[in-house]
């Protein structure tokens, strides 16, 4: 069964840009595809105009990190040693972390405040927590490019803000491309550079402003419940 097609976007450098939608419309799988953590139903993918299959391994892990909700499967390692497995793609084959990869791991672990945490073991964290170090691990990992699945939705309203604050800081300043996906549509108009609306009929693509002025938020939900004031750029329940 088709859910939705006829997607097509492009992201610079230094853009941060959500994909948003209703419950099951292919925000996960669009994003898996995109991180080749799944194959391409159909189309076609390029980054800087080369084609995404043609990537080996280790190019894709220099390219890419992808951060994804589900459960990891090494929660037994401390946060730190979760951190420095970001570093993998550069370090030799013994894992050795030189100087300047211990610059960038301490880097992020201040950035994302994961000081108090860096000895537990990661099945010892919050879910909220293990969001954070997830999050810094991809950037340790310092790819052009970082795509999250749902990066904010175990966190409170403040690390939520927080967190796309700190990733639309990250994109502007060191002109990476991150793309995440979203049930924060409210925060994401806020704080996004663009966004893609997966409604499996025209799948807009454009900043936030724009999508708005085109009504493209007006009938994402059933109009009978939901409405959306484009003056405050939110959503209403209607009683
Ligand atoms: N492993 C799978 N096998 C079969 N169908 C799947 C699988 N994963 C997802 N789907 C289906 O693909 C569709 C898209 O799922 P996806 O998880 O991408 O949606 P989503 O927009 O991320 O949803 P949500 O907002 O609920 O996280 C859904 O209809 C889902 O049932």
Redesign the pocket.
Known sequence: MV?ASAISFQLKKGELAAIV?I????????LKTLGRFQPIISGSIKIEGKELSTYDYLQMASKISVVLTESIASKNLSVYELLALGRQPYTNWLGKLADTDVSIINKSIALLELEPFLDKKCFQLSDGQLQRVLIARALIQDTDIILLD?PTTHLDLYHKVQILKLLKSIAHETNKTILF?S?EIELAIQLCDKMLI?DGRENAFNEPCKLIENKNFDTLFPTDTISFDSNTGSFRIKK
Do not use: A, C, P, Q
């Not at 419950?23 to 669009?30: F, M, Q, Y």
């Open positions: 859910i939608g419950n099951g419309i292919g925000k996960s799988t669009l749902e996906t049930h997966l």
